[in-house]
């Protein structure tokens, strides 16, 4: 910004005013430029309205003569000016409806109609650099030199101010789910979310005058004073950053193949691949603080400090360089038919031949769009969880589910047959307890305002006799010290003894390039009167050679032999069970807690819920339990990750805020965070009391998946939002 204002000062006062029309149709060629009165300077960046209509700001070498001028994209001439009493420096932002907003250094938001005419102005606390944001729901985010980031409502009441430490000249962007993204003199970038809540911050070495763009995953890429530019994921955390020679005000734009195009003050225009180690560089040897703007052949145009708007190729040799009179710090707008449209210090607006449209990328240019909303509208829906097919006896339960991306946008109806089903419209489909009529072939559309899609088929096979059964279990979790001990829990029904493998990995977790396991886990099996059995080394059980039979059996990996890795094989009769791992002489680590039914599917004696309580860390210290259903028919399955509830039984240390991620193999089956946002939050509750289980806190962020899953291996993952860690409770139920 301060570059600016020198170069304001300093630029070159050419007199006249009007149009010059040029018909030469080469690409990078002039069609026309529009020139105003000596002293005015075009550092704003064009906006394209959806008639085509030019609208950008101005400066004066007299503030107060300062305009937002409405040029005629067919010839060049002006439709309409409004003064302002300070210097414009921003872009213009064009809602759907017309309105322009437009911030000046008087410290006002401006709203313009599309016939020039004042529609409201609202006032922040100094001046307005920013270009504004134009969210989805028509909310404006436009930054303000009092340090604040302000939200606007349509009709330019004020809906929240979110407080920075400095002045905010970065432009906010906007993500599909509503997120806030900007930059601050703080050296901050800041991500808030629609409410005016901050979200996260991430700090870098200097100030933060880029504006920020973001890329189809949701990585935010922004540059700095500091020289860096940081690609930063959707969660806060660094992905990288790439050195540059200097200050990065430039906004870095996207291409197809996910390349980012960002300039430096160093002279240089930056092709960085996606992981973020540079492609190419081109020297213009001048500063370039214009941001670039992608063509869908590849090509990139930007304005530079050597007086040029000039375009590159996708492999960074110079197509051509169109001749302006001054400095071009405005960014490129690329038009729908091609048109390149930018501002000069020498007080004209230029209107360039382009063989070429946008390029059809996440952010192709400053601002997003032609128009410069700066906000990435929602896509049609993807679906995350897809409902699977199963099989079920009569009477048992039935449930199918389907997640998409963004469930809170998307609607659901449910078919059968291919015939819609009346009034199933959630995202789970409950067929309750199913007969022979409710087999089929069933399917879901999810759609939102943009578009939608259809579901995987799920068949549905009502079987008589079909059953099954939890067969085994397992957690990997973190031991450490006396409180942090991983504690499986288990309950056995059934008439006659069940024989159980137990074991208690460490060491031969290594086989599997697991880092930081426990060197020397020691198991002990506990029921209603007290410890069962205890195990240090499984190598020196009575019974070892029965251990090796039985881990055959039950398909389990072998231990290695000698290792201090614990073991127990017992029979055990209905009830309920601990087996609890600690380590010996104080170890600590990753442990691994294995219960296996050593018995054929047809035992009446059998396994109905599973239950682990240990320390959720991060990384390979996250806890990860597992089971596996066996036998033919779908099972319903009420799984809950329990963190804050456990402090209304005086657990210590609890972890604030779980996720819950279910998947077979390496697919996702089901999720949640927090549980009374699950589509289905009134049966999970009945479900709870059905089990026998506690009930989770209202209002808490415990999480919990209530659904039906056919016979198969599953990992249920359980981690703390934002790296949290502390003491959680994983159960999985078997719901009757």
Known sequence: MLNRIFKAVASAIIASSGALILTGQTDGSLRWQFQWTSGTVFASSPAVGSDGTVYIGSESSSPSLSRVFAIDPLNGTMKWNFRVPDWIDGSPAVAEDGTIYIGCWDGRLY???????????YETGNFIYSSPAIGNDGTIYVGSGDGNLHAINPDGTE???????????????VGPDGTVYVGSWDNSLYAVDSVGDLKWSYATDGPIVSSPSIGTDGTVYVGSDDGFVYAIGSDGGLTWRFATGDSVESSPAIGEDGTVYVGSLDGYMYALNPDGTLQWRYFISYAIVSSPAVRADGSIVFGAGDNTVSCLSSEGALVWAYQTGDWVDSSPAIATDGTIYAGSFDNRVYALNGD???ADSAWPQFHLDSARTGAVLPGAPTITVQPFSLIAAPDDRVLLQVIPTDPGDSVFQWSKGGTEIPGETSSILDLGAVASTDAGVYQAYV??????????????????????????????????????????????EGSSPLSTLFRGVGPTLDEFDVQGFIPNPRLEVIGSSGTLATNDNWGDAPNVNDIITATANVGAFELVPGSDDAAVLMNLVAGSYTAKVTGVNGSAGVALVEVYEDAEATTPARLINISNRGTVGTGSAVMIPGFVIRGDAARAVLIRGVGPTLADFDVPDTLEDPGLVLYQGQEIVNLNDDW???????????????????LLSDGSKDAAILT???????????????????????????VP
């Open 111 to 121: 709203a313009l109609r599309s016939s020039g005419s004042l529609k409201w102005t």
């Open 447 to 492: 759609y939102n305002t943009v578009g939608g899609v259809w579901s995987d088929e799920a068949m549905v096979q009502v079987v008589p006799g079909a059953d099954s059964r939890l067969s085994n279990i397992s957690t990997r979790g973190r031991v450490e010290g006396v409180s942090q001990i991983m504690i499986p829990g288990f309950v056995v």
């Open 159 to 173: 809906l929240w101010v979110y407080p920075t430490s400095d002045w905010v000249d970065s432009s906010p962007a």
């Open 676 to 694: 009374q946002d699950a589509p289905n939050a009134d049966e999970i509750e009945i479900a709870a009391g059905v089990v026998g289980a506690f």
């Open 356 to 358: 070429h449209i946008l």
């Open 708 to 734: 039906v899953l056919p016979p198969g291996r599953y990992t249920a993952v359980v981690e703390g939002a934002d790296d949290g860690v502390g003491t959680a409770l994983v159960e999985v139920y078997l």
